[in-house]
T-cell receptor, first 114, second 112 residues
Framework: GESVGLHLPTLSVQEGDNSIINCAYS??????FIWYKQESGKGPQFIID?????DKRQGQRVTVLLNKTVKHLSLQIAATQPGDSAVYFC?????????????FGQGTTLQVKP | DADVTQTPRNRITKTGKRIMLECSQT?????MYWYRQDPGLGLRLIYY???????NKGEISDGYSVSRQAQAKFSLSLESAIPNQTALYFC???????????FGDGTRLSIL
């Protein structure tokens, strides 16, 4: 079946370095993608999204890149801070009618070392 | 997201009990969702509703039921709880299609 997956379960980076979290998706019909951050004891928090008619979108300290050719999504965090430590999920929305249903990956844990 | 409120935040109960988890939102969104989160499995969709008269099954609806009492309220029930329903449960809302879903802080449910 279709699935969204993350390449690494845990990523450890030094404070101040840039972080890159990757996500592979298998559904070529997906046309909308979201990155979420989940801190311990809290629900997923929206970070940034991107539609399939774009290949890059920037937010505050974050950039999402979409490569539809190889079905790959990445989240780049600039100047990683201790507060960025969390689990990061990618999610895809299939372009199938108007369902609005998301399929989530299993998550990557980002650890920021001081 | 404080605009999506889940109650209770924690619940411990026994096998066979009926349990209701509640969700309310002040975002004015039409669409509401219930997810379950297990370690290593990410978020899985249980039920979703696109308006007050609309209820749809997600990928893991067996053993669960929902009620959409109003635009702002969406409750999840476990009719007869079993231990493998022990998990984190999240409610989410969204506006029109292809917009982000916004999540509550979850209910940690333990079934003994």
């Amino acid at each position: 079946g279709e699935s969204v997956g993350l390449h690494l379960p845990t990523l450890s980076v030094q404070e101040g370095d840039n972080s890159i979290i990757n996500c592979a998706y298998s559904n070529s019909a997906s046309d909308y993608f979201i990155w979420y951050k989940q801190e311990s004891g809290k629900g997923p928090q929206f970070i940034i999204d991107i539609r399939s008619n774009m290949d890059k979108r920037q937010g505050q300290r974050v950039t999402v890149l979409l490569n539809k050719t190889v079905k790959h999504l990445s989240l780049q965090i600039a100047a990683t801070q201790p507060g960025d430590s969390a689990v990061y999920f990618c999610a895809e929305n299939m372009h199938s009618g108007n369902t609005g249903k998301l399929i989530f990956g299993q998550g990557t844990t980002l650890q920021v070392k001081p | 997201d404080a605009d999506v409120t889940q109650t209770p935040r924690n619940r411990i109960t026994k096998t066979g009990k009926r349990i209701m988890l509640e969700c309310s939102q002040t975002k004015g969104h039409d669409r509401m969702y219930w997810y379950r989160q297990d370690p290593g499995l990410g978020l899985r969709l249980i039920y979703y509703s696109f308006d007050v008269k609309d209820i749809n099954k997600g990928e893991i609806s067996d053993g669960y039921s929902v009620s959409r009492q109003a635009q702002a309220k969406f409750s999840l029930s476990l009719e007869s709880a079993i231990p493998n329903q022990t998990a984190l449960y999240f409610c989410a809302t969204s506006g029109r299609d292809r917009t982000p879903q916004h999540f509550g802080d979850g209910t940690r449910l333990s079934i003994l």
